[in-house]
């Protein structure tokens, strides 16, 4: 039983077409976060949120936006889709009282063509 | 900037042998410096964290060595085995319950028989 699951797992999609990704957890965790991965590069943050109210941007926002719609639901669409956004999408959460574990979806893999 | 330097990008070991994975960082309010491990089509997972009250923690046969002066932490992998093969990334964060991390570009390990 996964405790945070991304939907879809897979998505191939057309330059300019409007993209969302969803994230859920069941881990009953307050924080929220969206990273990509790319080859060679690492893991960079995109989105965080602490909760439903409270969304901030991370390192590389640009051309991206989230929705908290719940404390376990956390969405990231990429309003029109560029290649250079092709890479691998992963959400994480974490407690606040937990310590600073990051605990990661399983990904979603997205091509831009 | 690149906060968290990591390398090397890959490496190649052999099963039975020692696999060293080093990071440095740049600055000096980080105070968590975490490793996550990644199997291919999985999100990372912790693997093991330190602070920087101590110099070495150890959990079983991965070491994390801490390096306060020279701003440098590292992990041991003593006696590899192939099913460590995976991509290891080192990563920090500044303040107790931090919701950021800042990750280095990860490590491709791969353990032969």
């Known amino acids: 039983d996964a405790d945070v699951t991304q939907t879809p797992r897979n998505r191939i999609t057309k330059t300019g077409k409007r993209i969302m990704l969803e994230c859920s957890q069941t881990?009953?965790?307050?924080?929220m976060y969206w990273y990509r991965q790319d080859p060679g590069l690492g893991l960079r943050l995109i989105y965080y949120?602490?909760?439903?109210?409270?969304?901030n941007k991370g390192e590389i926002s640009d051309g991206y936006s989230v929705s908290r719609q719940a404390q376990a639901k956390f969405s990231l669409s990429l309003e029109s889709a560029i290649p250079n956004q092709t890479a691998l999408y992963f959400c994480a959460t974490s407690d606040r009282t937990g310590g600073n574990e990051q605990f990661f979806g399983p990904g979603t893999r997205l091509t831009v063509l | 900037q690149q906060q968290v330097k990591q390398s090397p990008q890959s490496l190649i070991v052999q099963k039975g042998g020692i696999s060293i994975i080093n990071c440095a960082y740049e600055n000096t309010a980080f105070d968590y410096f975490p490793w996550y491990q990644q199997f291919p089509g999985k999100g990372p997972a912790l693997l093991i964290a330190?602070?920087?009250?101590?110099s070495e923690k150890k959990e079983g046969r991965f070491t994390i060595s801490f390096n306060k002066s020279a701003k440098q932490f590292s992990l041991h992998i003593m006696d590899s085995q192939p099913g460590d093969s995976a991509t290891y990334f080192c990563a920090a964060s500044k303040g107790a319950g931090s919701y950021q991390l800042t990750f280095g570009k990860g490590t491709k390990l791969s353990v032969i028989p």
């Open positions: 330190i602070r920087p009250d101590v």
């Open positions: 881990k009953g965790h307050d924080r």
């Open positions: 949120s602490f909760d439903v109210k409270d969304i």
